[in-house]
């Protein structure tokens, strides 16, 4: 271990609290940008309302039956510019989508159903 090795101790209390922080953020309302996501899940609608830009933008879960549909689309809203576009939403609107069809982002995706 080197010099510059530091380690920073986090007490179950501290883990505790922001698991508390981070359930009570994902009931924000999706617009603010203190929502983790910036989207929501609408199952009875089979697809999902993003709002980054402050607004409504729907996404049909048919939209995006393939991986590289997914990537079209995100390509598509990252053109927009969004104030509240970040990449970390980015990273959990794909993590949404990806668990939704139940792909996995390492090792064989040959055996999922690509229509999930």
């Known amino acids: 271990m080197s010099e510059q090795d530091t380690f920073t101790t986090v007490s179950l209390a501290q883990l ?27 199952e009875e609608n089979a697809g999902f309302d993003i709002w980054w830009g402050g ?11 393939t991986p590289e549909q997914l990537l079209w689309k995100l390509h598509h809203l990252m053109k927009k510019d969004w104030e509240n576009m970040t990449p970390l939403r980015a990273s959990r609107f794909i993590g949404a989508v ?19």
């Open 16 to 42: 505790e609290q922001e698991a508390a922080e981070q359930e009570y953020r994902l009931t924000l309302d999706p617009r603010l940008a203190a929502h983790p996501h910036g989207f929501l899940r609408d």
């Open 55 to 65: 607004y409504p933008y729907w996404v049909e879960d048919e939209q995006i039956s």
């Open 98 to 116: 990806a668990g939704k069809r139940g792909w996995t982002f390492y090792g064989d995706n040959s055996q999922k159903d690509a229509s999930a």
